[in-house]
């Protein structure tokens, strides 16, 4: 197992001091991050950011539009017929829970 030497005792032999992997992270890492806070807490990146949110959601209104399309070519049911159908079971669960409340307090009467 190598031991560290002071740097002094390696520039006096004549040798470079070691650097392990870490310092040199910490040292490329410390400016770095604190540059990226501060941009981060910035006006100029949450505009940037509420930018990004609004034109992926455009994208993907287009792509699930295109794909539904192309879907409605061949007959198949998409994303948004699949929906439809959901809610529509689900308010038809809705109707009989409540015909059948309707129906038990009449009949408890």
Do not use: I, Y
């Not at 004549?14 to 992997?21: E, F, M, R, T």
């Amino acid at each position: 197992m190598a031991t560290r030497r002071a740097p002094a005792d390696a520039e006096a032999d004549g040798h470079l001091p070691s650097v392990s992997w870490r310092d040199v992270f910490d040292a490329v890492e410390r400016p770095v991050s604190s540059g990226a806070e501060a941009w981060m807490q910035s006006d100029a990146f949450m505009d940037a950011l509420a930018l990004t949110w609004k034109l992926e959601r455009r994208a993907l209104h287009a792509v699930h539009g295109a794909v539904g399309t192309w879907l409605a070519l061949w007959g198949l049911p998409s994303r948004a017929d699949v929906k439809d159908a959901v809610n529509q079971v689900a308010a038809l669960e809705r109707q009989v829970r409540e015909l059948s409340e309707e129906l038990r307090r009449s009949r408890a009467e």
